[in-house]
């Protein structure tokens, strides 16, 4: 007996050892174009660095060696934090498609889309410990400011059309401010009122020349090093096909300028549930909408084809 079971200990162990291998073999094909496997080793290699870099049409001075070394600690978080960056890979079509538009009707430079992927990781109902809010991080005063109804009910920070519209706005007041882009997006991260204070303390007005804390240091190579990756994901090792990637929604518009007494019986209403109505329109807030004023809300609805993606 004891015989027959130490066989069979050696079998099941033979089968996981097998297993076992069989999913690091697996596993490895996952890993990126960067790493080797020699036995039971894996070897890393360093990314390669572009010879020249624009971010919003502004030159990135890759031969100073500090900004170099800069760009090449991002690429290389990004580049090696697989999981996140091949998930941004697959959802950056149906957000940019959102974003893009947007930013394009009100001549903000497309490389700002990938301010907002900084900023949120591409999650609408993203709040930061500070209490910032959404794909562009708007805090309450803040959002209000640039024209969006924050309430009980109704929270516009959360809406990605909304709150793009509003981030559109305050980009051109800081370019209005700084003239420059590069500066935009740093004080995007670190305040107007930040960048003013380093300006001043360091007689520089130039993002790279500038000494400044080491999340806005961070701040505009971690945007660039999503821009160079998503627009060339193949180059740095990720080789997502077309059709892994998360399609657009397939979305339509009503106007509504009334009350709403209860949203799971106005999405049964038009064809939806309430679980996919809060997906489209993560701003509304409660499960009713009072709309004492009587103002008109554009509220997104699926249309045929959504949730199975059909083209």
Same mark, same amino acid.
């Given at each position: ?10 079998? !099941? ?103 907002? !992927?900084?900023?949120? =990781? ?27 109804? &924050?309430? @009980?009910?109704?929270?516009? #920070? ?20 700084? =003239? ?12 107007? @009122? ?37 627009? @060339?994901?193949? *180059?740095? =090792?990720?080789?997502?096909? +077309? +059709? ?8 339509? %518009?009503?106007?509504?300028? %009334? ?12 064809? %939806?549930?309430? *679980? ?8 509304? #807030?409660?499960?009713?909408?009072? @709309? ?7 509220? &997104? ?11």
């Amino acid at each position: 007996m004891n015989k027959i079971f130490s066989r069979l200990s050696f079998i !099941l162990l033979l089968i996981i050892a097998l297993m076992g291998g069989w999913y690091i073999f697996e596993s490895s094909t996952l890993l990126t174009q960067h790493t080797e496997q020699s036995g039971n080793q894996f070897y890393y290699r360093s990314i390669e660095l572009p010879d020249s870099l624009t971010f919003a049409g502004e030159k990135v001075p890759l031969d100073y060696f500090d900004v170099l070394e800069s760009l090449d600690r991002e690429i290389l978080v990004n580049g090696y934090f697989h999981s996140q960056t091949i998930r941004y890979i697959k959802m950056a079509p149906r957000y940019f498609s959102i974003i893009e538009p947007i930013l394009k009707a009100d001549t903000i430079p497309d490389d700002f889309k990938y301010l907002a !992927l900084a900023e949120s =990781g591409f999650d609408p109902k993203v709040v930061s410990p500070a209490g910032a809010v959404g794909f562009w991080q708007f805090l309450k005063g803040t959002g209000r400011d640039y024209g969006l109804e &924050i309430n @009980n009910e109704v929270d516009e #920070r959360y809406s990605i059309i909304e709150s793009t519209k509003a981030a559109c706005k305050y980009l051109k007041d800081s370019y209005k401010k700084f =003239g420059n882009w590069t500066m935009v997006a740093a004080s995007y991260n670190a305040g107007r @009122n930040g960048i003013d204070n380093q300006i001043e303390r360091q007689d520089e007005s130039d993002y790279y020349d500038l000494l400044l804390n080491d999340e806005t240091s961070r701040y505009v190579f971690r945007i660039l090093s999503f821009k160079l990756i998503l627009e @060339n994901p193949v *180059k740095y =090792g990720f080789d997502i096909k +077309e +059709e892994e990637k998360y399609l657009p929604w397939k979305t339509k %518009t009503v106007e509504l300028n %009334t009350d709403v007494k209860d949203f799971a019986a106005f999405s049964k209403e038009h064809g %939806t549930n309430y *679980k996919i109505l809060k997906m489209l329109n993560p701003w509304l #807030r409660q499960t009713y909408l009072n @709309n004492s004023r009587g103002k008109t809300y554009s509220i &997104i609805l699926p249309d045929e084809g959504f949730r199975t993606n059909t083209n």
